[in-house]
């Protein structure tokens, strides 16, 4: 059997997927709702979890830097190295997405649930704002292409290759490989 990542690396894994893809469909959403209350209270939400986001990202980068399990890449080869790639701009990503998202709000100016109000940074600037908007929203597209493509490669692995590639990141299996607790 293949090594498997410790269970807190999997988790900070999953969880990330997971607020990547509810951030996706959230922003997906936003101008569906009418104005006031109702879009104000979905576009907090989409600021909010997108916090939750980068403070789940700071985790995972300290934690991978500092004491989670690493393993090599399946491949050794040409494989091998684009998957790193793929890793690293999947983390770029990310981190661009949620300086954008942040800098979306100081450039258009944001109620955060009706309780406070962040200020514009430049309130007649509304190119600035929207291109800024425009690009946050771009760039959440290209990462869940590339997270689908990640994926495909993980089912690729699991179903076509059957080489135990995807149970390295399974929520469960990684317990098995947790170093017991003093």
């Given at each position: 059997?293949?090594?498997?990542?410790?269970?807190?690396?999997?988790?900070?894994?999953?969880?990330?997927?997971?607020?990547?893809?509810?951030?996706?469909?959230?922003?997906?959403?936003?101008?569906?709702?009418?104005?006031?209350?109702?879009?104000?209270?979905?576009?907090?939400?989409?600021?909010?979890?997108?916090?939750?986001?980068?403070?789940?990202?700071?985790?995972?980068?300290?934690?991978?830097?500092?004491?989670?399990?690493?393993?090599?890449?399946?491949?050794?080869?040409?494989?091998?190295?684009?998957?790193?790639?793929?890793?690293?701009?999947l983390?770029?990503?990310?981190?661009?997405?949620v300086?954008?998202?942040?800098?979306?709000?100081?450039?258009?100016?944001?109620?955060?649930?009706?309780?406070?109000?962040?200020?514009?940074?430049?309130?007649?600037?509304?190119?600035?704002?929207?291109?800024?908007?425009?690009l946050?929203?771009?760039?959440?597209?290209?990462?869940?292409?590339?997270?689908?493509?990640?994926?495909?490669?993980?089912?690729?692995?699991?179903?076509?290759?059957?080489?135990?590639?995807?149970?390295?990141?399974?929520?469960?299996?990684?317990?098995?490989?947790?170093?017991?607790?003093?």
């Amino acid at each position: 059997m293949n090594p498997t990542y410790d269970s807190r690396t999997v988790f900070l894994h999953w969880l990330s997927a997971a607020l990547v893809v509810g951030l996706w469909i959230v922003g997906q959403c936003i101008d569906f709702f009418p104005k006031g209350t109702p879009r104000v209270t979905v576009r907090s939400l989409h600021i909010a979890v997108g916090v939750l986001l980068a403070a789940t990202l700071t985790l995972r980068l300290v934690w991978r830097r500092t004491a989670g399990v690493k393993l090599p890449p399946a491949d050794s080869g040409a494989a091998g190295k684009l998957a790193i790639g793929v890793h690293h701009l999947l983390y770029a990503l990310m981190i661009a997405l949620v300086l954008l998202g942040l800098a979306s709000v100081w450039f258009r100016g944001d109620s955060i649930f009706n309780l406070f109000t962040v200020p514009a940074f430049d309130p007649g600037n509304k190119v600035l704002a929207h291109n800024t908007v425009e690009l946050h929203g771009l760039l959440a597209n290209i990462l869940l292409a590339v997270a689908g493509l990640h994926a495909a490669a993980a089912v690729w692995h699991h179903w076509g290759l059957r080489d135990g590639i995807l149970a390295r990141m399974w929520p469960g299996l990684a317990l098995r490989s947790d170093p017991p607790r003093n």
